[in-house]
C-alpha cells in the first residue's frame, strides 16, 4: 500500500513490479498476531498499470534507453518484443510456470490506443518474492475494458484488499495506567485503567485505483485482559477480563480516597514480590471487521497485543509501639 499514491506516475516505467495495492492507510504495518488463512493476503495478484498512451510512452522510453521491462512480476522484455506484442499484435507466450500448459497470449495494435481501459500486470507481495505462489500469476500483461474486472483467479476482490488492510493494522502499545505505579501493597488493590483518548477504532483502507474496488478494515478494542505474573494474587473482575465503557475508557481512575475499595478492573496482590518484580501482563483484544466494494462485509479474526510492567509489590509496613 502506498499512502500517497492513487494512480500510475505520470511517465510510468517498466520496472520490477513487486509492491502491493496503491491506496490510503490511517496506520502503518504492525499487527500483533499469527497469520490466519482467512487474513492471510495473496502472494500476487493483478493491478491495472497502463493507459494505452502510458506504455505506448514507456515503451519508447526502453527503445530509447536499452535494457529490458518488466512484462509481469517474474518476465522481463526488450522493447522490440513489446512492440511485437502491443503494437503489431504477434502472439507471445504467458509465463505458466505453475500450470500444467503453457498458454498463448494474443497480441494488441498500436497498443490500444483510442479504446477505454488499462493494461493489467501481476505483482508480488513484498518480501514474498521466493514463495512458490508468487509464479501463479504467469500471464503477460494483459488488457482490461474500463470498468471491469478479469475473470482470472488472481484477480483483486473487496475480499483480497480486505486481507491485505488487515495485514497492516497498527494499534497503539497497551500501557495502562496503575495506581499506585509500579510500587504496589500486599492486600491493597492495585487499580487499573486505560484513557478513552488512546484506544479508539483504527482504521485501514485499501483501495486500487481505476477499478472502482476498495475495503476499510476496522479494529474495535473490546476487552483488557489482566495477568498479574503470580498465582499470588487476586483479579478484579475474577476473570482478569476488563470491559471497555460506553465511552471507549476501561476501568476507573484512581482518585484519593478509594485506597479500601474494589476497582472495577485492577488487581491485589498477597504476597510480596521480594526483591523481584512481578510481570503484570495487559492485553487488550481487538475485534476486527472490514466492509467494501458493493456493499460487501464481514469478520476477521481478532488480533491481541501484549505488554510487560514490572510490578515491585512490599509488605505494609506497621509500628509497634
Not at 140 to 167: C, K, N
Not at 211 to 233: F, I, Q, R, Y
Request: aromatic fraction near 10%.
Amino acid at each position: 500500500m502506498r499512502p500517497t499514491q492513487t494512480g500510475p506516475p505520470a511517465t510510468p516505467r517498466l520496472r520490477r513490479p513487486t509492491r502491493v495495492p496503491r491506496g490510503t492507510a490511517t496506520a502503518a504495518p504492525c499487527w500483533p498476531r499469527s497469520p490466519s488463512p482467512a487474513s492471510k493476503p495473496p502472494v500476487c495478484w493483478y493491478e491495472p498499470v497502463f493507459t494505452p498512451e502510458e506504455l505506448k510512452a514507456a515503451v519508447a522510453d526502453l527503445k530509447k534507453n536499452g535494457g529490458s521491462g518488466a512484462v509481469n512480476a517474474h518476465e522481463f522484455w526488450t522493447s522490440g518484443i513489446f512492440v511485437k506484442h502491443y503494437e503489431e499484435g504477434k502472439e507471445q507466450d504467458n509465463f505458466d510456470l505453475n500450470s500444467s500448459k503453457n498458454t498463448m497470449a494474443k497480441g494488441y495494435k498500436d497498443y490500444n490506443t483510442g479504446k477505454d481501459g488499462m493494461f493489467w500486470r501481476s505483482v508480488v507481495r513484498d518480501g514474498h518474492e521466493d514463495d512458490t505462489e508468487a509464479w501463479d500469476c504467469g500471464r503477460v500483461m494483459f488488457w482490461q475494458d474500463a470498468g471491469t474486472i478479469p475473470d482470472d483467479p488472481h484477480a483483486p476482490t473487496p475480499e483480497t484488499l480486505a486481507a491485505y488492510a488487515y495485514d497492516q493494522i497498527d494499534v497503539p502499545k497497551t500501557e495502562v495506567e496503575l495506581k499506585p505505579q509500579t510500587n504496589s501493597k500486599v492486600n491493597l488493590p492495585t487499580w487499573v485503567w486505560l484513557d478513552n483518548g488512546t484506544f479508539k477504532d483504527v482504521k485501514v483502507r485499501a483501495e486500487l485505483p481505476n477499478t472502482g474496488l476498495w475495503a476499510e478494515t476496522t479494529a474495535k478494542p473490546v476487552a483488557l485482559h489482566l495477568e498479574p505474573g503470580t498465582a499470588d494474587a487476586e483479579t478484579f473482575p475474577a476473570s482478569g477480563d476488563c470491559e471497555i465503557n460506553a465511552d471507549g475508557s476501561i476501568g476507573t481512575p484512581y482518585t484519593k480516597g478509594k485506597a479500601d475499595q474494589t476497582p472495577p478492573c485492577g488487581i491485589r496482590y498477597l504476597r510480596a514480590s521480594g526483591g523481584k518484580p512481578y510481570q503484570l501482563k495487559a492485553s487488550i483484544t481487538w475485534k476486527i471487521s472490514w466492509e467494501g466494494t458493493g456493499g460487501t462485509q464481514g469478520d476477521l479474526p481478532d488480533g491481541t497485543f501484549e505488554t510487560t510492567q514490572d510490578m515491585d509489590v512490599q509488605e505494609i509496613q506497621s509500628i509497634n509501639r
